[in-house]
């Protein structure tokens, strides 16, 4: 019997497109995994950005994640 995926004894080729799509998937768990990494470590520079955008205190952020539940924590962490 052949293989549906094997030319002459190789594996097929992944798609142009898989790889395009791999890597936009990869860029964008990346974006949220830096997220996730700059607020746990509460980086002040990083938060101070947003802090900016909403008209809060970075001290009011740290606050809100100080005080964030841990089964959140986690299903955070495993998103990213």
């Known amino acids: ?3 549906a995926f094997a030319v002459r004894g190789e594996r097929a080729k992944a798609p142009w497109h ?3 799509l791999a890597l936009a998937s990869l860029l964008w768990f990346a974006g949220g995994a830096n997220d996730y990494v700059m607020t ?12 900016e955008s909403m008209g809060i205190t970075v001290q009011e952020i740290l606050a809100y994640f100080a005080d964030y539940p841990l089964w959140a ?3 955070w962490a495993l998103g990213v």
């Open 73 to 75: 924590s986690v299903c």
């Open 1 to 3: 019997m052949t293989d």
């Open 40 to 51: 746990r470590t509460a980086n002040a520079a990083y938060l101070g950005m947003a802090a």
């Open 18 to 20: 898989l790889w395009a």
